[in-house]
């Protein structure tokens, strides 16, 4: 190894691990901010414009779900594979995943934009999209397909950036991103005079110039791994490898898309105003939780490079720090929320009944947001460490095997509480669950310390 990579080694195994998490995880949170606000930013500007282009924006936000599910399943199986074997000093073998894994997010965007363009309405039907929704929904989902390559490679350079330590790079890619689409949104919107279709516009072009911000670190030679066609392998076991380490993540995004797809056919009884509170409860939820995710991504490359090194008491102690962390952070967020959730609302739309659905979901939300922290942290450390079958059943349960069961029961006797209630409560039903199944993992680890 040279200079530079013995020092990045260093860093990554002897730096403490609490210090370590809030090196690489501050940046990370500054991202997911940037991210969240931006997102929620699209929302409120298009809400701005209709009922309908509101409930718009949250059925694109499945297809845009879609979407990230294979940029994070690449990302992350690459990244996690990346992290391990910079542990293991096996640099070269790092440079071919990090490259074979973007040009696989390259295809995989530009298939799915492709065909998306080609079945565009039913596409937006199948997604939960109504008769009044449609037209909304089909020009602002026309912007974000023809995104999709930059949005799936986006999502990879940003996940190897930070499995490397190297998560400043990442802010900058993607909180440039973010404040060029809250500067762009408001100008197409209302001053372009384009309406949907500004805000359509303005998410595609930020997201290739955050792309293409993301990829200079590569080119410049500031990173260990590199990004070059030579190193795309050629070996089957590789790609098989990134895809099944990835498998989570992909299972995690796409379930969360049904999820949010079936919250939107069920919310459709109650009308648009529903679809649309249903919307920017979501919206508001990926904000609050983005402060305690951006931490947790900061946790990744820490517990997969010490077990790639073998050092596993750092793998234990970076676990309940991301965890304990996480639970206080939200907690505090949430009881903010949760006695401000009619205003909250009311930033978004003025109508009674948004602002009642809204409110009760948000206050829903809330009450067990909290607890998301111990199966996303749980998912993540099985995802990075390699532990596949564990991290995919967390990932799954966390993001639908609970919901989606509970969103087809509980509307049948508590009504639209029952879709408010559904998410909530499965974040809390995963959590417990997740406790036991980390637990022993670390009884596994102290038993091959002896």
């Known amino acids: 190894m040279n200079e530079e990579e013995n020092k990045q080694y260093e860093k990554m195994t002897q730096t403490p691990v609490w210090r ?13 901010l940037i991210t969240n606000i931006y997102n929620t930013a699209d929302t409120f500007f298009v809400s ?9 924006t949250g059925i694109v ?9 294979f ?20 640099v070269e073998h790092a440079k071919i995943f990090a490259s074979t894994s ?5 295809g995989a965007g530009a298939v799915i934009g492709f065909f998306g363009l080609v079945f565009r309405e ?5 997604l939960g999209s109504t008769d009044t929704i449609l037209g909304d929904a089909e020009i602002y989902g026309t912007f974000i397909l023809i995104a999709g390559p930059a949005m799936t490679v986006g999502c990879v350079l940003n996940n190897i950036l930070r499995y490397e330590g190297r998560a400043a790079f990442a802010m900058i890619g993607l909180t440039t991103g973010g404040i060029l689409n809250m500067i762009l949104d408001p100008v197409f919107i209302f001053y372009g005079h384009m309406g949907i279709a500004g805000a359509g516009l303005a998410t595609a072009l930020s997201q290739y110039i955050s792309a293409v911000i993301l990829l200079m670190p590569f080119l410049k030679g500031k990173t260990v791994t590199k990004i070059k066609v030579r190193y795309i392998t050629r070996d089957i076991s590789d790609v098989k490898n990134i895809m099944l380490t990835g498998l989570p993540s992909l299972a995690r995004q796409g379930l969360n898309s049904i999820s949010t797809t079936l919250i939107n056919v069920q919310a459709a009884a109650y009308g648009d105003a529903a679809i649309a509170a249903m919307s920017i409860v979501g919206r508001c939820g990926n904000l609050l939780f983005s402060f305690a995710l951006g931490i947790a991504q900061g946790f990744q490359p820490v517990s997969a490079f010490n077990y790639g090194a073998g050092k596993y008491d750092r793998v234990k102690k970076a676990t309940w720090f991301t965890i304990i962390l996480g639970m206080g ?13 009619p205003a909250i609302i009311h930033l978004f739309r003025h109508e009674e009944e948004i602002v009642s659905a809204g409110t009760g979901a948000l206050r829903w939300l809330c009450r067990f947001l909290a607890a998301l922290p111990v199966s996303a942290v749980g998912s993540m450390l099985f995802q990075s460490i390699g532990k596949k079958g564990r991290a995919l059943l967390i990932a799954s349960m966390q993001s639908g095997l609970i919901v989606i069961p509970l969103l087809l029961i509980l509307p049948h006797f508590m009504g639209i509480t029952g879709i408010q209630a559904a998410q909530p409560l499965a974040y809390l039903i995963s959590g417990i669950v997740t406790i036991p199944v980390v637990l022993g993992f670390f009884q596994e680890l102290n038993a091959n310390n002896r």
């Open 20 to 32: 370590l998490i809030l090196m690489l995880g501050l940046p990370t949170t500054v991202s997911m």
């Open 48 to 56: 701005k414009i209709s009922v309908s282009a509101s409930g718009a």
């Open 61 to 69: 936000f499945s297809l845009m779900a879609i979407l990230q599910a």
């Open 71 to 90: 940029g994070f399943m690449f990302g992350h199986g690459a990244g996690s594979n990346i992290s391990r074997l910079l542990g293991a000093r096996r």
């Open 102 to 106: 973007v040009f696989l997010a390259l």
């Open 122 to 126: 039913p596409l937006m039907r199948l």
């Open 329 to 341: 952070i939200l907690g505090v967020l949430c009881a903010g929320c949760y006695f401000n959730a």
